[in-house]
C-alpha cells in the first residue's frame, strides 16, 4: 500500500484517541496510555488535522508551525522519528512537498506543504515541525526563541514542568495577526503523550489533583481491557507477551501495560495487589442514593483526625462519597468540617451511623465530666457512633481487601471511590504503605503500614467496612472470592476513560 492511501485510511486507534482529536476548546490535551496504544500516530495526525483548519494568510496560504520537545535527541530519535517518516517521508514521498534537516543528536526541521480545499478552491498548507531537545539546558535558556502555533511535548511526563508552563507564554506567535486575511483569530495549544508515570511525578499532581481549567487528560484503556485500543495493529497477544517479559516488574508492568500510575519506590502499597485504579476510582462524582443510610469512619486524634463517608447500596457496594481529612483540629472543629462535607455532597442529609477507631473512646477525664473524641463527635453530629470490632490491623486490612478483591457483577466493584478522595485514590495507589527499612545488610518491608497523611483516611475506612460487616464477617469474609482477583475483575469489566469530556 503506497504512503499516500495509508494516509487516507488513516483512523484513530479508538473512540479515547478520537476524543483527544475532536477536542477543539481545551489549551492543553494530553494522551496518557499504555506502550503500542498509538499515541504518537494520533499526536501526528492530529497536528496536521489542525493545520489544515487553519485561517488562510494574506499570501493566500495557510501557515502552521509545531515545536516537537524531547528530553534528549537520542530519545526522539529512537522513540519518534521512526514513527513520523514511516508517515511522513523526509522527501514526502508521492503525494507532497517535503524537507527535512538537521537530525543526528541535533536540532531538525521537517518542512511541508499539502493542498486544502477551502470555499471551493486550493489552498497550500505550509507547514512546520521543529524538532528540539532540552537535555542539560535551563528551561528558559532553551524555550527562548520558540513562537510556534502549538507545542507537541513528546513523552512529556519526562519533561520538566517548567516546559510546558514556559510553553504556555510562547504560544500563537505564528502566524502573525497582522499576516491573517480578515484577522480571524486561530486556535493555539499545547498536546502531550505519554506512558503512566509515578504517582510522584508533576503530572500526577496537575492533572489528577489540580485539573486547572482548559487542561484535560484523555487515558486510555489498560492493554488487557477488551476496549484496549489500537490492537488491530498489534499482534495477536502483544500485551501478554509484554507482561511475561515485565512480569518480575510491577512497577513497569502497572505503568506500560496496565495504564496506572505506579507507586512510589519509597515504600510497598499495603493494597499493591487488590487495588485497581481503573477498577475502584470512579470516574464522575457518584451519585448520593436516596433511602439509603449516609455513613462515617472515624480515625480519632487531633494532629490529623480523617473521616470517610459512604453508603452501601442494595447490591451491597460500598461507595465512598467523600473524605474529610482537615488537618490539625479537634474533635468539635473536624465535626464541624464533616457537617459541612456532608452539606456539600448530599444537602438535606446528615449521618445516620458510624464506627471509630476504639481507641477514640478512651482517654477522657470521666471524673472531670468530659468526653472522649469519638463521644464529642457523636454529640455534634447527632448520631450513634460506635466502637468498631477491632482495632487488630490484620482484621481491618482484611476487611477492604475482601471488598477489592470481590466483583458484584461484571463492571461493578464491591468497592468504589468518588473523584474527590484524593488522599484515599493516592494512598491506595503509593503511599499507603509498607516503608521499606534496612536490618543489617538486608533490606525489607516493614511489618506495619507506615503513619503518613495517607494512612488516616485508610484507617478510617477499615473501621467504616468492619463496623459495617462486624467481626465475625470479616473473619470469615463476607464476600465469595472469584479466582483472579482484580486481574480477572479487569478483565471482565474494562472501561474506556474519557476525563471531563465526552466522545
Do not use: C
Given at each position: 500500500m503506497s504512503t499516500l492511501e495509508r494516509f487516507r485510511q488513516f483512523r484513530p486507534p479508538g473512540p479515547v484517541a478520537a476524543a483527544f482529536m475532536n477536542d477543539t476548546t481545551s489549551i492543553v490535551r494530553t494522551l496518557r496510555g499504555p506502550v503500542g496504544s498509538g499515541k504518537t500516530v494520533t499526536c501526528i495526525f492530529d497536528a496536521l488535522r489542525n493545520a489544515s483548519m487553519m485561517p488562510v494568510c494574506k499570501d493566500g496560504k495557510i501557515r502552521f508551525k509545531l515545536s516537537v520537545i524531547g528530553q534528549t535527541y537520542g530519545q526522539l530519535e529512537r522513540n519518534l522519528y521512526s514513527t513520523w517518516k514511516d508517515w511522513l517521508p523526509e522527501d514526502g514521498g508521492e503525494w507532497t512537498e517535503a524537507e527535512f534537516t538537521g537530525g543526528g543528536g541535533r536540532f531538525a526541521t521537517h518542512k511541508i506543504e499539502w493542498d486544502v480545499l477551502r470555499n471551493g478552491r486550493r489552498v497550500t498548507v505550509d507547514f512546520q515541525a521543529i524538532f528540539a531537545a532540552i537535555g542539560e539546558l535551563a528551561v528558559e535558556q532553551f524555550m527562548r526563541g520558540f513562537e510556534p502555533t502549538a507545542f507537541w511535548l513528546f513523552e512529556m511526563d519526562l519533561l520538566p514542568k517548567a516546559v510546558l508552563d514556559t510553553a504556555l507564554t510562547r504560544l500563537g506567535r505564528y502566524p502573525r495577526r497582522e499576516d491573517i486575511a480578515g484577522d480571524v483569530p486561530y486556535r493555539a495549544y499545547v498536546i502531550g503523550d505519554l506512558n503512566a508515570p509515578d504517582i510522584d511525578s508533576w503530572y500526577y499532581k496537575l492533572f489528577e489533583e489540580e485539573r486547572p481549567p482548559g487542561f484535560k487528560q484523555y487515558v486510555q484503556p489498560s492493554g488487557l481491557s477488551p476496549r484496549a485500543e489500537n490492537l488491530r495493529n498489534l499482534q495477536p497477544g502483544?500485551?501478554?507477551?509484554?507482561?511475561?517479559?515485565?512480569?518480575?516488574?510491577?512497577?513497569?508492568?502497572?505503568?506500560?501495560?496496565?495504564?496506572?500510575?505506579?507507586?512510589?519506590?519509597?515504600?510497598?502499597?499495603?493494597?499493591?495487589?487488590?487495588?485497581?485504579?481503573?477498577?475502584?476510582?470512579?470516574?464522575e462524582p457518584l451519585q448520593v442514593l436516596p433511602d439509603v443510610p449516609l455513613e462515617i469512619g472515624l480515625d480519632a486524634g487531633i494532629q490529623r483526625p480523617a473521616g470517610v463517608i459512604g453508603q452501601q447500596s442494595s447490591k451491597g457496594q460500598f461507595r465512598v462519597l467523600a473524605e474529610v481529612v482537615p488537618g490539625r483540629c479537634n474533635a468539635r472543629r473536624f465535626a464541624e468540617a464533616v457537617k459541612r462535607v456532608v452539606a456539600e455532597r448530599a444537602?438535606?442529609?446528615?449521618?445516620?451511623?458510624?464506627w471509630a477507631d476504639p481507641a477514640g473512646f478512651t482517654g477522657a477525664d470521666r471524673e472531670a465530666g468530659d468526653l472522649a473524641w469519638a463521644e464529642t463527635v457523636m454529640l455534634e453530629l447527632g448520631c450513634p457512633i460506635e466502637p468498631a470490632p477491632?482495632?487488630?490491623?490484620?482484621?481491618?486490612?482484611?476487611?477492604?481487601?475482601?471488598?477489592?478483591?470481590?466483583?458484584?457483577?461484571?463492571?461493578?466493584?464491591?468497592l468504589i471511590i468518588d473523584p474527590s478522595c484524593k488522599m484515599l485514590r493516592k494512598g491506595f495507589a503509593s503511599h499507603y504503605r509498607y516503608r521499606r527499612e534496612r536490618v543489617g545488610n538486608t533490606e525489607r518491608s516493614s511489618d506495619k503500614p507506615e503513619k503518613n497523611d495517607w494512612s488516616h483516611p485508610h484507617d478510617a475506612l477499615q473501621y467504616?467496612?468492619?463496623?459495617?460487616?462486624?467481626?465475625?464477617?470479616?473473619?470469615?469474609?463476607?464476600?465469595?472470592?472469584?479466582?483472579?482477583?482484580v486481574a480477572a475483575a479487569a478483565g471482565a469489566g474494562g472501561t474506556v476513560i474519557i476525563r471531563d469530556g465526552g466522545f
Open positions: 502483544y500485551y501478554e507477551r509484554q507482561i511475561a517479559m515485565l512480569g518480575h516488574n510491577k512497577h513497569l508492568v502497572k505503568r506500560m501495560v496496565l495504564n496506572e500510575f505506579a507507586p512510589s519506590l519509597d515504600g510497598e502499597p499495603v493494597y499493591a495487589d487488590e487495588y485497581s485504579d481503573d477498577l475502584h476510582y470512579a470516574r444537602p438535606g442529609r446528615r449521618i445516620e451511623m458510624g477491632s482495632n487488630e490491623l490484620d482484621l481491618r486490612l482484611g476487611a477492604v481487601k475482601d471488598e477489592l478483591s470481590y466483583m458484584i457483577e461484571a463492571g461493578v466493584p464491591a467504616w467496612l468492619l463496623g459495617k460487616k462486624g467481626r465475625y464477617g470479616a473473619i470469615v469474609g463476607s464476600r465469595a472470592r472469584t479466582a483472579g482477583g
